[in-house]
């Protein structure tokens, strides 16, 4: 997935030039990680590969760990972004009520193909399960992804209370993780015509059972 001119450079030389050494250390980390894993690569490392040095590197980041989780948490980012623009523009919908917003987000859910654009993540994952630091950064992004899917929610759902759509945020997402979870396990993280068939089952079925809870 390509996300490399993510957000815009400032428009002063310093800022631009501090924007541009980010976005390579963190394309860098990714093209690493995908190659070692997020634990498999030096400080040292990074910097050749990024075309920076290693000083630029800890004026971004702590450690190349903490580079490479950059690049997950910006996958993440990119993929709900596109996954949420597929929704319908709540300003050509009439009143709208949770079934419906529900059934616009399984369909836009299926315009995706969520297991193949998250492979990269789930495979880092399995890795570094019993890394604190990776366990620090599984739960910010998923904080991070139920308040974005909140936010879609509450500008579609005024009508309903914060608590509530808390709730649906973080059942959807939580139920996304077991699905993804449930994926590697069975299929070790192959991706194919079988498992991407396997997918799809995984995904219809935890988004029926979560629509018997939204009136769909």
């Not at 501090?18 to 990680?33: D, F, S, T, Y």
């Not at 997020?38 to 630029?56: P, W, Y």
Request: aromatic content about 6%; some cysteine.
């Amino acid at each position: 997935m390509n996300f490399s001119c993510q957000g815009e450079a400032p428009k002063d030389k310093r800022g631009a030039l501090k924007w541009h050494n980010r976005r390579a250390i963190v394309m860098a980390a990714g093209e690493l990680a995908d190659l070692h894993g997020i634990q498999g690569f030096s400080v040292d490392d990074l910097a050749k590969k990024a075309g920076v040095s290693r000083r630029t590197i800890f004026n971004h980041f702590a450690s190349a760990e903490d580079a490479g989780y950059e690049y997950l948490s910006e996958l993440v980012s990119h993929l709900i972004g596109a996954v949420l623009a597929e929704l319908p523009d709540p300003s050509e919908l009439g009143d709208q009520t949770l079934g419906s917003v529900y059934r616009d987000l399984c369909t836009a859910m299926r315009a995706h193909s969520l297991v193949e654009a998250l492979r990269p993540l789930l495979i880092q994952a399995t890795e570094v399960k019993e890394s604190p630091t990776a366990a620090l950064w599984s739960f910010r992004v998923t904080n991070a992804a139920t308040e974005r899917l909140e936010h879609v929610l509450r500008e579609r759902l005024p009508e309903h209370s914060q608590l509530e759509l808390q709730l649906v945020a973080t059942s959807i997402i939580n139920s996304m993780a077991v699905c993804m979870d449930a994926w590697l396990l069975r299929t070790g993280g192959e991706l194919n015509d079988q498992t991407r068939s396997e997918w799809n089952e995984l995904l219809t079925e935890a988004l029926k059972i979560l629509g018997r809870g939204f009136n769909t």
